[in-house]
């Protein structure tokens, strides 16, 4: 039996309302809403063959950025073995090889899971289309690829979508759930179909404490019922504003959930902080550029200390001389990654 392959581009996201907190499998403490990115993607190749004899194994070979990676490795023969008792049962006949590369560099501080697990997920669904459902519509497709990328990491469920996406039950969205993200990019207002997300790079070291861990301790925060509540009051209030295109009540929230979230990571026992010293610096700088220029544009924070810097299309000009004359030095190797809202994953071959 010849042996089949497909490639996907899976593009990383940035959630503006944070998922931080989980239950069951991989289950969300509450909703959140993310922009898919543009630049910052995972491209993954997916090759199959039949076994001839059971004992072969589900990962044949792996390769990351063109190396062998053992641990990585590890990881994915564990997530395939869960899927083929689980969702993907055709794995248990297959034999599989996969290559992987990011077009951003490593702890660069956006997250790889998030494009890693969407492209491979996608690459998974494809493959089970092409051997057993060709007829498989695209909106039953890419909710599969979303509730497989999830299981391997949660903020993933929502790389698979173009724009905008929202993950876990709530109310003003109909279709939501806890299992898989659905798009909402359908009725965005104009004005976040072309935002900017230049990522400006405060450190490139690997995290101190990992988001699984992270996730873990607000089991026990003290806040983490009232957190869970604002999250959802939020993502209703998020989903209004890009509705209306009321850029003042994006700038609000997305401010606040990423100092909410590293808030607390403070506040956890054991407490740690991933925000660096440059950071805090660049927060101050973009509140003050925003007050005295009264151009909207604002930061968020993932987990970790690099600044996403926010801002629609059309102020790119203007946006360009403050990051040349006051966030570029502060950057590591004056480094930043433009990206910006993208369309979404998409099939090479
Ligand atoms: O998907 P995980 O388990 O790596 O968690 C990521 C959580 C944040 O990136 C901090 C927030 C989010 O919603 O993406």
């Not at 995290?207 to 873990?216: R, Y």
Request: glycine share 4%.
């Amino acid at each position: 039996m010849t042996e089949q392959t497909v490639i996907w581009h899976c593009p990383s996201n940035l959630a503006i309302v944070k998922y931080w907190g989980k239950h069951g499998n991989q289950l969300p403490n509450n909703a959140s809403i993310s922009m898919t990115l543009k630049e910052s993607k995972t491209i993954t190749s997916l090759s199959w063959k039949r076994k001839n004899r059971e004992e072969e194994p589900i990962l044949d070979s792996f390769l990351f950025e063109g190396n062998e990676n053992p641990a990585f490795k590890q990881k994915l023969e564990k997530f395939l073995t869960g899927l083929q008792a689980e969702v993907l049962s055709f794995l248990k006949h297959y034999t599989l090889s996969i290559k992987s590369r990011n077009t951003f560099p490593h702890s660069s501080g956006i997250a790889s899971s998030a494009s890693a697990m969407g492209a491979l997920a996608l690459c998974l669904c494809s493959m089970e289309k092409e051997l057993f459902e060709p007829d498989m519509a695209d909106d039953i497709f890419y909710r599969k690829a979303s509730y497989i990328s999830r299981l391997g990491s949660g903020s993933a469920s929502r790389s698979v979508y173009k724009q905008w996406a929202v993950w876990g039950n709530h109310p003003d969205f109909l279709g939501s759930s806890d299992d898989f993200a659905i798009p909402v990019y359908q009725e965005v207002h104009p004005v976040f179909t072309t935002f900017r997300n230049d990522i400006c790079i405060v450190s490139e070291q690997e995290k101190s404490v990992s988001s699984s861990a992270g996730h873990q301790l607000m089991v026990n925060n003290v806040y983490a019922p009232a957190r869970y509540q604002q999250a959802n009051a939020r993502v209703h209030e998020l989903h209004r504003a890009l509705k209306s295109g009321d850029i003042n009540t994006f700038i609000a929230i997305s401010e606040s959930e990423a100092l909410t979230l590293h808030a607390l990571m403070m506040c956890s026992e054991p407490s740690y902080t991933l925000l660096e010293p440059t950071s805090l610096k660049m927060i101050s700088l973009v509140q003050n550029f925003r007050k005295k220029s009264g151009q909207p544009v604002c930061f968020s924070f993932d987990a970790g200390p690099n600044m996403h810097l926010l801002y629609p299309a059309e102020i790119k000009d203007i946006i360009k001389d403050f990051l040349d004359n006051e966030i570029y030095p502060l950057c590591v190797e004056q480094r930043v990654i433009k990206d910006g809202i993208g369309d979404g994953p998409y099939r090479e071959k």
